[in-house]
């Protein structure tokens, strides 16, 4: 049984986590608690999953990204600093690196796949738009800032900052010529920079 600094949550009551919880599973996680890593599995494997889900476009692909993921947070908990960032948003890194390199090791095999579809709301699981990552009038924002964005304009940003893609392979991931997607990312961050100026975001 874990050290019990603060009641843990009840993951068949409650799948909502805050901050502080978060971190004292971590916590836990890094002494081999098995009883909190279970904990920390129940509550955010959904969300984790349909963000991997949204970001592969393939069940199987993701529920092993998913996996991988709870794989490193067990080995790698012992060096979660909250100093530093949010637990979710800690745990989430990990799983955004794995589905970018399953991404990219795809892409090398098929070239010709396409992931062009613009991300929504609807694609993540309750918790990621609740305030442990940014605020829900924040994400809102951001998201209306993106669908004001023409298509191509958006598509080459999406690929860019949520696929950590380079410009040589947006390129080649839409079939557009690199300096197209130069322009675009270039009109595309400048607009957003003048829609989301007000908001001080």
Known sequence: MPSKLHALPDPSRNSYLNDEHAAQLLFLIGGSDQFAFETLYQ???PT???????????????????????????????????QKSKPFVWCFTLLRSICIDRLRFDNRLKRGNQITSSI?????????????????????????????????ERRCLELAVFLEYTHSEISQQLDTPLGTVKNRLRRALEKLKQLLADYEI
């Not at 963000?51 to 069940?59: P, S």
């Not at 692909?61 to 908990?77: G, L, N, P, S």
């Open 120 to 152: 929504s709301e609807s694609d993540f699981a309750e918790p990621i738009s609740d305030d442990l990552i940014l605020s829900k009038d924040t994400i809102q924002t951001v998201r209306r800032a993106m669908d004001s964005l023409p298509l191509d």
């Open 43 to 45: 509550l955010w494997s």
């Open 48 to 82: 984790l999953l349909g963000i991997a889900y949204r970001m592969l476009g393939n069940r199987a692909e993701a529920e092993e990204a998913m996996q991988d993921c709870f794989v490193k947070i067990w080995h790698r908990a012992a060096d979660y600093d909250p």
